[in-house]
């Protein structure tokens, strides 16, 4: 079963001047894996990241993810495959800092509105619990440790079950126990409920313990 | 309230400052459109009502014939010359014979609302040595109270008094001063065909206009008749008053089927008024619609620094999967609600400064407080045109937002 599977996938930057960042890159990640891609700064593995979780579409090749092609897909529709399959966690949290720690949780599972308001709350409750933020649901979202923002994004991008986590470096910021945390719940996740977990990072430890690491250089594949 | 309105009421509410600026200019450009145009219209309507203290909607009267028949026809073969020297258009008739008769066919229109006959003469009054010109205005004084609300501008005596006696006469208060005289007095009249009565002064008439009231005399329009021997049904002025002086061109189009007098309406001989009653409109609601403007840059400039301020959460709401029109929806729900709470404060606060205004002091002519109007159709424009300006100002800014890459932001 593949979760992705991308195909000669090229990635041009024209600004300043003409670049290409991605070089015929092919892959699959099975459903349930937990894979780690790191690189050196500039190697493109964030670039390679923001393709594969459609915002950016400006590429050459093919990617599907779950059996659809979202290749040449319009922007709402790929905003509503996002919505349902992918769950984002970034390096900095990027929470919204006017909303409660439980609203942030629960907006995308509003905005899917697959379920009623108070089945979404209690899911975000139970979400804040697994990942040690009981006590935390009313607070501002601006109110609270840089530890305990990183956890509140990753329940936001847990909240609608989505297939596939991808993380922009989610540890990037974090000290070495909340690192650990973080780690723990992914793995926890791809071991028992089947998510398939894509994350850049440069923590070399973090991505040891992975089940499979996608090593980029200049662009290109080096390992997989 | 589904979830982009809550965002909306978020991002609105978690700045209260932002909000209270942007909802203050809103109401304060509806006020000032609901200002302006109440005193426009005030001013307008007390205009036209100090015109028509003296003047009728619709004169008929007996002008020269427009159109002259030549005397000889105009010759066909080229070797004939045509002279014809000192040739005049001469008035075989003057006043109007039959007055009662088009007064009744008149008072049949629907339309119309009152019908007063005059005699008008000018003539010479003397006392003693002091002699003066006056217009001699004969009246039905029931009719022309009707019309004018005369008796509301007789300072001394009763209007009712023309009918009671013969030798009556109300002058002018500038025309009494000119020669001299009081209630009580009595005064010489001589026409234009010499004919001498003696009148006695029994009142005093003031009509705020100088000029008016310098030449004016009444007497009844019997004793007129009279004094310039004159058949009983004569006049030298029908005055018709209709239902509607805006529609005054349109019933004296009407009347003129009616009789072959000239049929004139107010309009026809004041362009002055009506372009000076349109010249205000415009300006007022040019004003008005400038404020309204400024006030959707205002909020347009809000609006703008809301979206750049908040443009890392809309890059995070796009990738959680909200699509453009979520966007859109979002900060144009903020505008909407800015303007319908600025607008319905703005009426509020119009109505106000109506009120203020409608209380202070003017005291020039017959005013004692400057003119306002009320309006609903002002209220309802304004409540209008606030909302409509501010949903273009808040659609801009709000399309910029639901076009942000999120790549682009997020990845800094």
Redesign the interface.
């Known amino acids: 079963m593949k979760a992705i599977s991308i195909k000669n996938l090229n990635k041009y930057f024209h600004d300043p001047v003409e670049f290409q960042v991605l070089k015929d890159i092919s892959f699959d990640v099975n459903k349930g894996e937990f894979v780690s891609i790191i690189g050196k700064s500039g190697s493109g593995k964030s670039t390679l990241l923001y393709l594969l979780s459609t915002m950016d579409t400006k590429y050459d090749g093919n990617i599907i993810i779950n059996d659809t092609r979202v290749t040449g897909l319009k922007q709402n529709q790929l905003a509503k495959f996002r919505n349902e399959q992918i769950g984002f966690v970034f390096q900095f949290h990027f929470l919204l800092p006017e909303f409660t720690v439980l609203d942030n949780v629960m907006l995308p599972a509003l905005k899917l509105k697959k379920k009623s308001k108070d089945e979404i709350e209690a899911e975000a409750i139970e979400l804040l619990y697994l990942l040690g933020l009981k006590g935390q649901e009313h607070k501002k979202a601006s109110k609270i440790s840089g530890g305990q923002q990183q956890r509140v994004a990753i329940s936001r991008a847990l909240i609608n079950s989505p297939s596939i986590i991808m993380g922009d470096e989610p540890t990037g910021n974090l000290d070495s126990k909340n690192t650990q945390i973080v780690f723990d719940v992914f793995r926890e996740l791809a071991k028992e409920r089947g998510q398939t977990i894509i994350a850049v990072t440069h923590d070399d430890e973090f991505a040891a313990n992975c089940d499979r690491i996608i090593e980029l250089s200049d662009g290109k594949l080096i390992s997989q | 309230m589904n979830?982009n309105q809550?965002?909306a009421k978020?991002?609105l509410t978690?700045r209260f400052r932002q909000l209270l600026v942007a909802i203050l200019s809103v109401s304060f450009g509806i006020s000032m459109y609901i200002a302006m145009n109440s005193f426009m219209a005030g001013v307008n309507n007390i205009q036209t009502q100090i015109t028509f203290t003296a003047m009728a909607h619709i004169k008929i009267y007996n002008d020269l014939p427009a159109n002259v028949e030549p005397i000889l026809p105009i010759p066909k073969d080229s070797n004939t010359v045509l002279m014809v020297n000192n040739a005049r258009n001469i008035q075989y008739t003057q006043g109007i014979k039959n007055a009662d008769a088009i007064k009744n066919d008149i008072l049949n229109m629907p339309e119309i609302t009152g019908v007063a006959l005059q005699l008008n003469q000018n003539v010479f009054i003397r006392n003693g040595v002091s002699k003066t010109s006056a217009s001699l205005s004969g009246i039905e004084t029931v009719n022309e109270n009707a019309l004018f609300q005369t008796s509301e501008y007789i300072i001394e005596g009763d209007i009712s008094e023309l009918d009671k006696r013969s030798d009556g006469i109300i002058l002018g208060t500038g025309l009494a001063r000119t020669i001299g005289v009081n209630t009580g007095n009595t005064i010489s009249i001589t026409t234009s065909d010499d004919v001498s009565k003696t009148f006695k002064v029994i009142g005093l008439i003031e009509s705020g206009n100088k000029g008016a009231d310098k030449t004016r005399a009444l007497i009844s329009i019997q004793t007129a008749r009279q004094l310039f021997s004159k058949n009983k049904s004569y006049a030298t002025d029908v005055l018709v008053n209709t239902n509607n002086y805006n529609n005054a061109r349109l019933v004296s189009e009407k009347i003129s089927k009616l009789t072959d007098y000239k049929v004139e309406s107010w309009q026809e001989g004041n362009a002055q008024l009506v372009s000076s009653s349109l010249l205000r409109d415009i300006l007022a609601i040019a004003v008005s619609l400038t404020i309204l403007i400024v006030a959707g840059f205002g909020i347009y400039n809000i609006m703008n620094m809301t979206v750049n301020e908040k443009i890392?959460?809309i890059?995070?709401?796009?990738?959680?999967?909200?699509?453009?029109?979520?966007i859109i929806e979002i900060f144009l729900t903020q505008s909407v609600a800015i303007g319908l709470i600025g607008g319905l404060i703005g009426l509020v606060l119009g109505n106000i400064i109506v009120q203020i205004l409608d209380s202070v002091p003017f005291n020039i002519a017959t005013l004692t407080t400057l003119p306002v109007d009320y309006k609903l159709r002002d209220y309802i424009l304004a409540f209008l045109f606030g909302v409509i300006i501010t949903l273009i100002a808040g659609y801009l800014p709000s399309r910029k937002a639901s076009k942000v890459d999120?790549?682009e932001i997020?990845?800094g």
């Not at chain 2, 890059?315 to 979520?326: C, H, P, R």
């Open positions: 979830t809550r965002i978020v991002h978690s890392k959460e890059a995070i709401l796009k990738a959680m999967g909200f699509n453009g029109k979520d999120p790549v997020l990845r």
